[in-house]
């Protein structure tokens, strides 16, 4: 049996076309429907059903897929470890990463991991929405808080907290709050996921919570729009500790109601399964958890 036509057989069923699977794995489509006849041969099992418009997995064919993609990762996994013993961490991840971490943590990290692992390269997709693993191809994706499918495998890189922050220039204009409540007369940056506002802001100091509602002259989709608009002196913003390191170091962002802070959360690298998990992922596992302790010793919340 050989591998490549294990591959193609995964990647047809993934595109739903052996045409299409052809392109990707940059063989004719007659070389693909010959491999994959020569699998059907092999197996004395019919994967899938094709008609002249369509193509679907036969019952045998769904189940042999699960094994055939189990397979096919512990391989991988295989090489990498020789790899990896070898002192050598090389292949592709695709990664995905939200936008305010992505932006202001991540990427300025990725460049000098990238130059201590010169034959690793990386696909990186930034958004804040959790990609579909499967249909987007990727392999792991950097969250705040638990993934919301528990197959997945979650390793945490550390845990943050949101502070409330707003620049020199707004507190001039407009005063600082005193208090939560204060909250509610000032221009708060509102971000959105699904159309949804996260609009109710929980604070937490030594003895008590707060859910403040409040409400602002605009809202983002994008996290880092709302980081940045706090930057230009638009209003206050409820941000990941993480998020805005540098803007407090840098003073473009001052921390207000020091003392009031959101519950801990988890920074997550998240992965669909343990058969997925790659030496390579550990390695930046690893190397994340190193960057993010010291990201927050630079800055004392």
């Not at 070389?31 to 002249?52: G, H, M, P, Y």
């Not at 707060?210 to 002196?233: E, L, Y």
Request: charged residues 20%; hydrophobic residues 40%.
């Amino acid at each position: 049996m050989q591998i490549n036509d294990l591959h193609l057989f995964v990647r047809v069923a993934d595109c739903g076309s052996i045409a299409a699977a052809a392109v990707e794995l940059d063989i004719s489509a007659a070389a693909a429907s010959a491999a994959l006849k020569r699998l059907e041969k092999q197996l004395n099992s019919l994967l899938f059903i094709r008609t002249t418009r369509s193509l679907r997995l036969t019952a045998e064919g769904e189940h042999y897929l699960i094994h055939c993609r189990e397979a096919l990762a512990q391989l991988q996994l295989g090489q990498q470890a020789l790899l990896t013993e070898k002192g050598k961490i090389s292949g592709q991840l695709n990664i995905s990463v939200s936008s305010d971490f992505g932006r202001n943590v991540f990427l300025p990290w990725l460049d000098n991991f990238l130059l201590q692992y010169p034959d690793l390269t990386i696909q990186l997709h930034i958004g804040d929405n959790l990609s579909h693993f499967q249909h987007d191809k990727i392999d792991m994706a950097l969250r705040y808080g638990v993934p919301p499918d528990s197959s997945q495998v979650a390793f945490n890189i550390c845990h943050t907290q949101r502070v409330l922050c707003a620049s020199s220039a707004y507190i001039q204009h407009h005063g600082e709050p005193k208090s939560p409540a204060e909250l509610a007369q000032h221009n708060c940056l509102i971000y959105k996921v699904d159309e949804r506002n996260y609009d109710l802001w929980t604070l937490i100091n030594e003895q008590q919570s707060f859910k403040i509602r409040v409400s602002g002259d605009r809202s983002s989709n994008d996290a880092d729009v709302t980081r940045r608009w706090a930057v230009s002196g638009q209003g206050i913003v409820f941000k990941s500790a993480l998020d805005v390191v540098d803007d407090l170091n840098s003073g473009r962002l001052q921390q207000i109601l020091v003392g009031y802070t959101s519950e801990a959360m988890p920074l997550n690298l998240i992965c669909a399964g343990r058969q997925h998990v790659s030496p390579a992922m550990l390695l930046m596992r690893d190397k994340l958890r190193q960057h993010c302790q010291q990201l927050q010793q630079a800055v004392a919340i």
